[in-house]
C-alpha cells in the first residue's frame, strides 16, 4: 500500500491515514466554521489524532470486530478522552468522515488465497475498487448531499440534520452513528481499492474524470499522483462553492495475505 497527503488552505491539514497489513483508514476532520461555538476545547486536529489512533487499534486487535463495531469502539474512546469540560451533545461538536478497507474476515472452510476486500464508509470519504475482472466502481455516502431543500444549506440546516433521523451521521461524539455508515464487499476476491478524503474524490466529483480514469492515475502513479492532479484541476478550473484547495489525502493497494508490512503513519 502507498499513501499521500497535503494540506489545503487551512491552518492544519485536518487528514489522516493509516494502514497495515491487513487494513487501511482515512479520516477527514470537518472544519468548523468561523464564529461556530462548538462546545468543545479541544480542536478539529486533537480530534482526528485520536480517531485515527483508537480506529487503528481496533482494527488491529486480536480477531477484530465488524468495521461498525470497531468505529463506535474509537468513537467512544475518543468521546471519553473528551473529559468532563465538552459539550458533546452540541451538534456543532468536533467531527470527521472515516473509510476504511480490510480482508474479508475468513469463516469456516474459506479456502487459501486473495478474499474479497470488506469496507465502511461514513459521510463523504470515498472507497474505490479495482475489481478482478477490470471494473473499477465507487462507493460513498453521499447523505450530506441530500437533505432536505437541496443546496446551499444553511449551517441552521446542516445542524439540525447532524447525526439526525432523515439527515447525514458522521464521527463525532456519538458512537451509534458508525452503525449509520455505509458497508459491504467488493464483488471480487483479491480486488485493489483506494480510499480518499473528498478533496481527493474532487477530481471526480467536481472535475468529472471518470472513476476509472481516477484509478488509471493511481495505479501508474500512485496517490502522491492523484494528489498532484487534483491540485492542477483546481488552479486551472477553480472550485465553484468550495474551497480552493482542501485537504488531499489517499491510500490505495491491495492485501497480500502473503505479506507482512510494518504499520505506516501519514498526515500527522
Not at 478522552?81 to 474459506?110: F, I, K, M, Q, Y
Not at 444553511?154 to 456519538?174: C, T
Not at 458508525?178 to 471526480?204: E, K, N, P
Not at 466529483?205 to 481516477?214: A, K, R, S
Request: glycine content about 12%; some cysteine.
Amino acid at each position: 500500500m502507498s499513501a499521500a497527503s497535503e494540506q489545503g488552505l487551512g491552518t492544519a491539514n485536518e487528514d489522516r491515514v493509516r494502514t497495515g497489513d491487513a487494513w487501511a483508514l482515512v479520516v477527514d476532520g470537518a472544519t468548523a466554521a468561523p464564529g461556530v461555538d462548538t462546545g468543545c476545547r479541544h480542536g478539529v486536529p486533537w480530534l482526528v489524532d485520536r480517531l485515527a489512533a483508537a480506529l487503528a487499534a481496533e482494527l488491529s486487535a486480536d480477531g477484530p470486530a465488524p468495521p461498525a463495531d470497531c468505529l463506535a469502539a474509537a468513537i467512544g474512546s475518543v468521546r471519553r478522552a473528551h473529559g468532563g469540560d465538552c459539550d458533546l451533545d452540541n451538534p456543532d461538536s468536533p467531527s470527521a468522515t472515516v473509510a476504511l478497507a480490510r480482508p474479508e474476515p475468513a469463516g469456516p472452510g474459506t479456502p487459501p488465497g486473495p478474499r474479497r476486500v470488506e469496507y465502511l464508509v461514513l459521510a463523504d470519504c470515498t472507497v474505490l475498487l479495482a475489481e478482478t475482472d477490470g471494473e473499477v466502481a465507487a462507493v460513498t455516502d453521499d447523505r450530506v448531499d441530500r437533505l432536505p431543500g437541496g443546496r446551499p444549506y444553511s449551517a441552521e440546516l446542516v445542524r439540525a440534520h447532524r447525526n439526525a433521523e432523515g439527515g447525514f451521521w458522521v464521527a463525532g461524539a456519538v458512537p451509534a452513528a458508525a452503525y449509520r455508515a455505509v458497508t459491504g464487499v467488493s464483488r471480487t476476491a483479491g480486488a485493489r481499492f483506494a480510499l480518499m478524503t473528498d478533496g481527493c474524490a474532487r477530481l471526480a466529483d467536481v472535475f468529472g474524470h471518470p472513476w476509472p480514469q481516477v484509478w488509471r492515475c493511481l495505479e501508474s502513479g500512485g496517490p502522491g499522483a492523484l494528489v498532484a492532479r487534483v491540485r492542477t484541476e483546481e488552479e486551472r478550473r477553480g472550485v465553484p462553492g468550495g474551497k480552493r484547495h482542501d485537504d488531499a489525502t489517499a491510500v490505495a493497494g491491495a492485501f497480500d495475505p502473503q505479506a507482512a508490512a510494518p504499520d505506516v503513519t501519514a498526515g500527522g
